[in-house]
């Protein structure tokens, strides 16, 4: 019972901190689909394709998988709610070697983005995704 209560519950002690959250959840999932997710996947023929780096040297396909799953299946997760914490490991891996791996020898200006979306997301790994979320009504069905 302990680990559903790790994963799925969260309350922030109050109504004002659990809308936060959900704003903020929401805004940022919003911002990761449009921003990165929508160019990984645009089909125009016109458009240049989206260079995904490979640092870690994994095979193309499934370093393209991991990618666009983070940046465009997450997101929907994120905004929800649901496998909150689970679903957030993908993209912390990659805004994490974005930041570490890809990026570790450029300005700080370059380096921003990566470390702040790695930090929106940790913020969010740790404090969960709040009562207005699918994991907190899960978590009740499951516990009572």
């Not at 089909?43 to 465009?72: C, G, R, S, Y």
Request: with cysteine.
């Amino acid at each position: 019972m302990e680990i559903l209560q790790k994963l799925f519950y969260t309350d922030l002690g109050n109504t004002a901190n659990n809308i936060a959250i959900l704003i903020f959840r929401v805004l940022f999932a919003w911002e990761l689909l449009t921003v990165h997710g929508l160019k990984k996947i645009q089909k125009d023929p016109q458009a240049e394709p989206e260079h995904i780096p490979n640092p870690l040297q994994l095979p193309e396909k499934l370093n393209a998988a991991v990618a666009q799953f983070a940046d465009t299946i997450v997101p929907f997760f994120i905004a929800l709610g649901l496998f909150g914490r689970l679903a957030l490991l993908p993209t912390i891996g990659v805004t994490a070697v974005g930041y570490f791996v890809v990026h570790r020898h450029d300005s700080r200006e370059v380096r921003d983005i990566p470390f702040m979306y790695t930090l929106c997301l940790l913020l969010l790994l740790l404090i969960g995704p709040g009562t207005y979320s699918i994991d907190h009504y899960i978590y009740q069905l499951l516990t009572k």
